[in-house]
């Protein structure tokens, strides 16, 4: 069993910045891929970012690529979404995931994840 809590969601305004934290307990991460999610009321939670187990593969959703980054800390158990330029558009419950795993690949589909964090709420003024 793994269990996750996120924290660092908040509001601000367009073009500053957020550094999202999902402490992971249970397993280490190592053991886990993970991503962030994000949710707008009445739509599909959506892929984000996710890293590797290994922390050496990463990918991102094309409208935050450049903008956001993921990162682990395996001495914290912690992986961390710091997301800057932020826009209107990026309102919404952000939700971190893992998969217990063997491979080192990096998962976008909801359905590939076992574990979910209880979400934090990032909102982004104009």
């Known amino acids: 069993q793994v269990q996750l809590s996120e924290s660092g969601g908040g509001l601000v305004q367009a073009g500053g910045s957020l550094r999202l934290s999902c402490a992971a307990s249970?397993?280490?991460?190592?053991?886990?891929?993970m991503a962030w999610f994000r949710q707008v009321p009445g739509k599909e939670r959506v892929f984000v970012a996710g890293?590797?187990?290994?922390?050496?593969?990463?990918d991102y959703t094309d409208s935050v690529r450049g903008r956001f980054t993921i990162s682990s800390d395996n001495a914290k158990s912690t992986v961390y979404l710091q997301m800057n330029s932020l826009k209107p558009e990026d309102t919404a419950v952000y939700s971190c995931?893992?998969?217990?795993?063997?491979?080192?690949?990096?998962?976008?589909?909801?359905?590939?994840?076992?574990?979910w964090g209880q979400g934090t709420q990032v909102t982004v003024s104009s």
């Open positions: 995931a893992a998969r217990p795993t063997v491979n080192d690949f990096v998962f976008i589909r909801s359905g590939s994840y076992d574990f």
């Open positions: 249970g397993r280490t991460l190592r053991t886990l891929n």
């Open positions: 890293i590797s187990r290994n922390g050496n593969k990463s």
